[in-house]
């Protein structure tokens, strides 16, 4: 299960009442914050293997550099003798790489000249993957897009789709590929530069698992740097927005709960964000989480409360009696407040979680909920240094900004070194090579390659544009405040206070698309 289920009150429950023997934690780079593809949930797995006492722990990666992998094992206790490194050396896959303006034609190329063969076609955006996918099946190769937007059933498809054929072109974002293990992939493209060395030895290892020779064709070119910038940038809260945050943390009582939406809402950060500021302020030891929770729950009666009762003693009769008798029925289902039954019945909510999950696997009533919450115990409030709290995490968000950035440019170098390429990505990994590999683009064909920052499409903004911002920004105060606010709006990067106020739809969202958003925000302040 992915490792957001144990946001899930009943799943924790349920996982809590199992003798675990073993965990194994596949991405396990996602548990530090170092790593490419950070995720705060995974962070949590460290402290949830002691409290579910798990004995023996099993952490699965492929894309660990040396300071991920020294994270990884100091987070899951794991001896220096425990940690096995197998190699990321695959002498199988040819390495390519040809930057170009023209990659509709170059990619149709490539597949002709090429052997038949299974082929993934990386891009960056949603609406890519339905362009290209669309460019190839009109061109007259077997070619679909895949991506998050799409319903699970289509995405269902098209994988069955690709899995079951010899010859299938998948045109996908990063969306594709947890859980895909077709051997005989012979060809995977970068049609947009990756955003990491991370990302790009991940989807390249998705090739020629059979052992036989694959080719792997990089065709992203400097048009891509924006787009990847502008993902780094479009995380990174305001400051103000941190300060307001942890603020609002401070004045909550010593217990209380929080939904990552209200939140994100509230303070104009995006949910993911969220989640990552409140794991700091767990790592800060200003809160300690006391699990994910439901605000309320709702049931239908399969069978009469007389039926239901009959199969128990008279302690766990009256328990349940109690508990039926906290709620209130609508037309079919009945309504369940878990503080309020709490309260009346004098059980923990534990017991009541558990005893209605036990209803529903019996077959006695139909079970739903909703409101997910995260509950929190506010730690040491009078010894917090609260000013000190806010610049550090402020200074945390913009390293891991530049931490992001400096990948992308690690992507540029890998296709800029006149070296073997092979043996860059290896040792970015922390693995030599004693001579060139023999089957790269510098080993194979000797030629170079050059993509720079500077290739970057220069800002455009007219003077008639000043005046409509002033006037945006005087109707919508609270959603253009600040200068990275308006420059991520001018970029086409949304944020749920812009969503809010439907200016996703204005006809200037995105009027800067393309453009540098460093730049953008230089000319924001000064004209705007």
């Not at 299960?1 to 396990?28: K, T």
């Not at 700091?280 to 439901?294: M, N």
């Not at 990067?493 to 969503?499: A, C, D, G, K, N």
Request: proline share 3%; aromatic share 10%.
């Amino acid at each position: 299960m992915a490792p957001e289920r144990f946001a899930n009150e009943r799943f924790v429950a349920l996982v809590s009442r199992l003798n675990i023997s073993l965990m194994v934690i596949d991405e396990a780079h996602c548990i530090s914050e170092w790593g490419h593809n950070f995720r705060p949930d995974y962070l949590k797995l460290a402290a949830l293997t002691k409290a579910l006492a798990v004995p023996s722990i099993l952490a699965l990666t492929a894309t660990a550099t040396p300071k991920v992998s020294t994270d990884i094992c100091r987070n899951f206790s794991i001896a220096e003798a425990d940690f096995i490194q197998t190699g990321f050396y695959r002498p199988n896959l040819t390495l390519l790489f040809t930057p170009t303006k023209d990659r509709d034609q170059v990619l149709q190329q490539q597949i002709r000249a090429g052997e038949p063969g299974p082929a993934i076609v990386y891009v960056t955006l949603q609406q890519t993957a339905v362009q290209v996918a669309t460019m190839l099946d009109e061109a007259g190769y077997p070619a679909r897009a895949y991506h998050a937007g799409l319903k699970d059933e289509l995405r269902r498809e098209v994988q069955d789709w690709f899995m079951d054929s010899e010859s299938a072109i998948v045109v996908a974002t990063i969306a594709f590929g947890m859980g895909i293990d077709k051997s005989n992939i012979r060809y995977v493209y970068h049609y947009n530069l990756p955003k990491s060395l991370e990302n790009y030895a991940q989807e390249i290892g998705r090739a020629g698992r059979d052992g036989q020779p694959s080719t792997c064709i990089l065709l992203g070119n400097a048009d891509d740097l924006v787009t990847l910038e502008n993902f780094v940038y479009g995380d990174t809260p305001e400051e103000n927005s941190i300060d307001d945050f942890v603020d609002f943390i401070l004045e909550q009582n010593e217990y209380f709960s929080c939904a990552v939406y209200e939140l994100s809402n509230r303070f104009d950060i995006r949910p993911l964000v969220v989640k990552t500021l409140l794991t700091y302020l767990e790592l800060e030891g200003v809160i300690k989480s006391t699990g994910p929770f439901y605000a309320a729950y709702k049931f239908k009666a399969l069978k009469t409360s007389a039926e239901i009762l009959a199969r128990f003693d008279a302690e766990r009769q009256h328990f349940l009696r109690s508990l039926f008798s906290c709620a209130i029925k609508k037309k079919v289902w009945f309504t369940l407040d878990l503080e309020d039954a709490e309260a009346k019945t004098g059980s923990p909510r534990k017991r009541i979680v558990t005893a209605l999950d036990f209803l529903e696997q019996s077959g006695d009533l139909m079970l739903e909920v909703t409101g997910a919450r995260l509950g929190f115990r506010r730690l040491q409030n009078d010894q917090v240094d609260v000013d000190n709290l806010k610049v550090k995490l402020g200074q945390r968000f913009r390293l891991r900004e530049q931490s992001d950035l400096n990948r992308l440019q690690l992507v540029l170098d890998l296709v800029n070194t006149t070296d073997c390429k092979t043996g860059f990505l290896l040792g970015y990994f922390g693995e030599k090579m004693e001579r060139g590999c023999d089957h790269c683009q510098t080993c194979l064909h000797e030629t170079s390659v050059s993509i720079s920052m500077e290739n970057q499409k220069k800002l455009e903004l007219d003077d008639h544009l000043i005046e409509q911002v002033r006037q945006l920004r005087s109707d919508h105060p609270q959603a253009l405040t600040s200068v990275r606010q308006v420059s991520r709006f001018l970029c086409g990067l949304s944020s749920p206070r812009l969503i809010r106020q439907k200016l996703t739809r204005h006809a200037l969202f995105g009027r800067a698309e393309g453009s540098s958003f460093v730049q953008v925000m230089e000319w924001v302040t000064a004209n705007a």
